[in-house]
Each structure stands twice: as structure tokens, then as C-alpha cells.
């Protein structure tokens, strides 16, 4: 495919899809959709593990260093801004890069971003020489809030972590993008279907990160080159300019010239 | 002293140790990150930092995600 690079925090890159590493059926598996998907930036995270594991080897990070991405750490898991503050810093240590997408995670049940928190940590890690990328809620006053401290990238999501259920609300993330052109905006969490995906780039989004659609899939490496090109697809038909709806139907093949049997009707 | 590592209990006969002493003790190399007391810890203090009686460490690695 004939590609344009775009930047997204002073890199530049081919692919406007970022991928997850998780929940795959294998470690194989994970590797070759990454591959398929065409995705330069992975994310990954960091947990507790034991000495006894880690001098086992860790397959999966010497696997994700192999397929030369760059990655993305995350700090899933974190309630508090102090506990994401510290695992932001973990992760700059052991990944040796300055950016996190950054997940402070307010409720349980839906695991919805907590606004205030994600505020909170994200002034400190940008004081820190971070370049945080929020993974947030589709508010539009919060989107205002996290360009006004600093982020030049925001991660408002389709609908929670792991539904699958696609875009909920495109009217926020369409009033999201026009009120806020000239940042870096992704789609994050909730897509389940690569219509889904086309969705949000027609929306005018510059990328989209996704990982269960591609995992859970039934095959995860076919799916991953399905999103691979309805990501493109759908940046090319934003790049176009979608024709304005009509009521009344208007014929696309043209009237002059109508044969015989038309005109006596 | 008893110190929290990754959320269990462990006993050490030292009264303190530094953190480079209690990662080699418990055969931690590479490819980690340490917070103590849930503050992070630059890999060039382990060395310099000590802990103590109750302190919590947590010794995190790359693992997937999302």
C-alpha cells in the first residue's frame, strides 16, 4: 500500500494502527498478527514477577524486541495517579522510552478512566519530561483540560476496555476532533470489528489502538490484516471528503440518452 | 527484618540491606524496575538506598499489554 508517514510525538510512521500484545492465543500467534497488522507502535506493560521466571527467560519481551517496534508502555492496573506516577517511571527505565499511555482507571465495573486522577498524574509525568498520551473517557471538557497541561496526543475511547461494542458515542468524538484539529487523536478501547475501526477514521481520528478485536478474534493473524487495511481505508475516505447525505434520490447513472422504453412510461 | 517483596512477607536475618543486596540475595538481574514504598527507585541508588523493617518492594518486569 502507498503510504504517507505521519507523526504522533515527534516519531514518524507508516501505519496509523497501534496494536496491543495481550490476550493472544500464543506468543506465535501474538507475533505473526502483529506482523500482519502492519503496526509500528505495540503496547506493553509491566507486572510483579519472580526471580525464578525472569532468569527462565522472558519470551515475551525478547519476542517484541525481535519484531523492531517501538512500544508503548502502559499503567493498566493503576487506580491511583501516585500508583500510574510510579509505574510511568518504571516503564521509562526498563523500555528506555519517554512516552506512556497513561491509564488511571476509575471504576471496576467499566473500568472507565478516572478524569481527576488522569488530570493529576499527567501534570507530574509531563513535569517529568513524559510525553504522556491519556487514555480517556470521550469528554470533551477533560480533552480541554489535558491539552491545556500539555498533551499533545489524546486516547478518548470507543467504549470500555475489552466490550468490543465499537464507537458509543460518535457525536463527542466528532465534536472532539473539530475542537481540537491540530492534536494527535486516537480512538482507544472498545473497538470490535474493523467497520468499527473505519468509523473512527472517517471521523477524522489520526490513529487507533486496539487489541482485543485482533486477540479474541477467531483468527487473530486474518484479523489483524483486516484492520490493517480498514484503517487505511478509512483515512483515505476522511482524506477524500465524504459526500453531504441527501433525502431525495438522485439517479448516479445518467438520464440523457434514456432508451425508448423509458419514454412512453 | 520482614519486608513486603511483590506483596509477600519475607524474612531477612540483616537488620538492612541496600537493594542491589536484597535484588542479588534474591537473584534479580535484569530487566527490572524497583519502587519502594510505592516511590520509583532510579537504577543507579540501589545501590546507595537501604531498606528496612516493613518497607514494601516492588519488583516489576515487561510483561503483555493492552
Redesign the interface.
Known amino acids: 500500500m502507498n503510504r504517507v508517514k505521519w507523526k504522533l510525538e515527534g516519531r514518524e510512521f507508516n501505519s496509523r494502527l497501534m496494536i496491543g500484545s495481550a490476550l493472544y492465543p500464543s506468543p506465535e500467534v501474538m507475533a505473526k498478527s502483529i506482523k500482519a497488522s502492519g503496526a509500528e507502535i505495540v503496547t506493553v506493560s509491566l507486572r510483579r514477577q519472580s526471580a525464578t521466571d525472569l532468569n527462565s527467560g522472558n519470551q515475551f519481551w525478547e519476542i517484541i524486541k525481535e519484531l523492531g517496534v517501538t512500544v508503548l508502555p502502559n499503567t493498566a492496573g493503576c487506580h491511583t495517579a501516585k500508583e500510574a506516577v510510579t509505574t510511568a517511571m518504571m516503564a521509562r527505565e526498563i523500555f528506555e522510552v519517554d512516552w506512556v499511555k497513561l491509564e488511571v482507571i476509575g471504576n471496576q465495573y467499566n473500568l472507565q478512566p478516572d478524569p481527576f486522577a488522569l488530570v493529576e498524574a499527567t501534570k507530574i509525568l509531563i513535569d517529568e519530561g513524559f510525553r504522556v498520551l491519556p487514555y480517556m473517557t470521550d469528554d470533551l471538557v477533560l480533552a480541554q483540560r489535558l491539552a491545556e497541561i500539555g498533551c499533545t496526543t489524546l486516547m478518548p475511547w470507543g467504549s470500555p476496555i475489552g466490550t468490543g461494542r465499537g464507537i458509543m458515542n460518535p457525536y463527542n468524538l466528532k465534536t472532539i476532533r473539530e475542537q481540537f484539529p491540530n492534536l494527535n487523536l486516537i480512538v482507544d478501547a472498545g473497538i470490535g470489528k474493523p467497520s468499527d475501526a473505519v468509523e473512527a477514521m472517517e471521523l477524522g481520528f489520526d490513529g487507533v489502538l486496539l487489541n482485543s478485536a485482533v486477540a479474541l478474534a477467531q483468527e487473530p493473524i486474518k484479523m489483524a490484516k483486516a484492520f490493517k487495511y480498514a484503517i487505511y481505508a478509512g483515512r483515505l475516505g476522511f482524506e477524500a471528503g465524504v459526500m453531504e447525505k441527501r433525502d431525495m434520490a438522485n439517479p448516479s447513472t445518467p438520464t440523457v440518452g434514456t432508451p425508448f422504453w423509458h419514454q412512453f412510461s | 527484618m520482614r519486608l513486603s517483596i511483590?506483596?509477600e512477607i519475607k524474612e531477612f536475618k540483616e537488620k538492612s540491606l541496600t537493594i542491589k543486596e536484597i535484588l542479588d540475595l534474591?537473584?534479580?538481574?535484569k530487566?527490572?524496575?524497583?519502587?519502594l514504598n510505592?516511590?520509583?527507585v532510579?537504577?543507579t541508588e540501589y545501590e546507595n538506598i537501604e531498606v528496612k523493617d516493613g518497607d514494601r518492594l516492588?519488583?516489576?518486569?515487561?510483561?503483555?499489554?493492552?
Open positions: 511483590n506483596g534474591m537473584q534479580y538481574n530487566g527490572i524496575a524497583v519502587a510505592e516511590t520509583f532510579l537504577k516492588d519488583i516489576l518486569s515487561p510483561i503483555q499489554g493492552g
